[in-house]
């Protein structure tokens, strides 16, 4: 590559003296660096004199006219399209802090938004919702190991979501005498060196790295970025210490468009081929997917995959987006995996699927022929995953769609084929069994004002009452089918699950999500209405607290529903498919340590964590409050509270909790 080349010269210059570990008494006398120049690194001359690289403790303390590493991180984030930072600062951040308020006060509408999160699982949760929307990474900012443990499970939902996300953290200062710019101050500076920061979230990142100098910080932004654009998308983190942060470089700017992520990928023809041919012939083909929905344009490609061959049907295994509309005859719904209709398929097409049945539960017939196309088809950070398949292909689901589809239509056989009576009679009966199933969704739910609440009317009561354009963002575990089956999920980008199982990640999705959204809005795009759809288990689990916080702070209006049934239900189900008979069977909740009960006020910390003034009064009068917390726990209040939400939320832009009583 020539960029590495040119790279790797300017560092066999004697006029550049780089190292892990610096030369103190070189690095204590001030001199001007060299410039590296490469085919796609520009140098953008300075104002004044060149700035010298950092000398021993500055006398002045003053950062107003330098150019550090610190604000060439964020002019870089900003240059690569990165508009919103969720930050955690801390003791390794002080030239952070000094390039921000730098940052703001000279460029305010060129410099990234700066979102304060007081827990790190909420900022990689906001970070991760805005890429579900948008396919871009936003950055997060945490500080040395402590924060970057405390990023916890968001971590891995962004990895297993694949949802590309920019992590930058500090290093602990590695001089201790004042040699430089940032060397150890104080008490924790000792104690934050872990032996391998990286290694923390190695395991579940696509890139790691580290900046050692500030002549290069924008090609390891732009590398790290590289990777987190790039199939499989996910998270990427980079980390850099105190003094780097605060050397004072030259400013320089790379050419953007040199700075691409790995393009979409093809089928080869012969797979094209085959993949046709086996759907077209087969006499009970199943598509399965699980994130192809992520890619709005993919839905369209499959429901017109699905009307060429009639008869055909699609499972949605649930993996994060809405893939297949449920309104379809083709639909087969969402299921975790787990559904009788994988038992009698012939051949199966899995679509970017990580989990398409459970073998000991639902496998299909052994004589199935099964392809598969993913952008990971072998699940290379899934140790045991042994799916059986007649051909894997690594490609983008949009581009082979596009190939299948085109290939069906312009194919003369397989046009014939498709012309035979038995495909017409097989649309028609398709029709009959969607045309029951969805008659018996609709009687499920119970609707009269007095009844209690559940998963079916709630659903019912969602679908019917809130508009159209709403996202759901949902992480409701045990009733996320049942609500799947009443809301009836149709237009792309309407779901959004996790796709991982770090629980507590709706909480700050939601709002990176409706953030996302309102950006969008900015562009021409229509309104949404974003609900949050959680379990109060998972709720409790993130910092919820801090969610609400944030969402106050910078007026982010969502509706969050909390669905409190007391605890976790998921634990029990899982003992019982291995043990049916077991003494759990007969256990209350407290003994198997799953009840939540007494159960905390949601809607009451929903308005404390907000900052409002007003008192808690479970009523849906409105209030002046930004922040509104409703219980209910019948029909009847539930429709009540649904009617303030669409005021409050949608035409005041103000949040709303709402806490149903199951």
Known sequence: MAFRSSLARAFRSPAINIARKPNFARASMPFTPAVVFSTNHRVVPPASKPAAMAAPQSTSGSTSGSYTTAFALFEALWEAGITACFVNVGSDHPSIIEAIVKGKRERPNSWPRMITCPSEVTAISMADGYARVSGRPQAVLVHVDV????????????????????????LCPYTESGELTGSRTEYMHWLQEAPDQKAIVRQYCRYTGEVRTGLNIKQTIGRALQFANSTPKGPVYVAGAREVLAQEIQPYSLQQE?????????????????????????????????YSGRDRRTPELLVALADLIPGIRVHDTGGSDMCFPFNHIASEGFRLSFDECTRDADMIFLLDCDVPWIPSRNPPPKDAKIYHVDSDPLNQQIPVSFFPAHGRWKAESFTALTQLVNHIKNDASLTKTLQDPKYAARREARAKVHEARLANIASQPRLGDEEALDAHNIGSLLKTLLPDSTTYVVEAVTAAQTLADQLQPSRPGSWINCGGTGIGWSNGAALGVKMALADLEKEGSKPNFVCQIVGDGSFMCAAPSTALWVARRYEIPILTIVLNNGGWKAPRNSTQLVYPNGLNTAATDDEINISFRPTPNYAALAEAAAGSEVGWG?????????????????????????????????????????????
């Open 258 to 290: 040199q700075w691409v992520p790995i393009g979409p990928s093809a089928l080869p023809v012969d797979a094209v081929h085959d993949i046709s041919t086996a759907l077209v012939h087969a006499e009970r083909p199943l598509i399965i997917t699980g």
């Open 147 to 170: 924060g970057t443990q405390a990023l916890g499970q968001g971590v891995h939902n962004a990895s297993i979501g694949r949802a590309p996300v920019f992590i930058f953290a500090g």
């Open 618 to 662: 479970n009523t849906t009068e409105d209030t002046k409050a930004w922040m509104k917390g409703v219980r209910a726990s019948t029909v009847g209040e539930f429709k009540k509270a649904l009617q303030l939400a669409n005021s409050r939320v949608i035409k005041d832009g103000k949040g709303m909790l709402l806490e149903v009583l199951m």
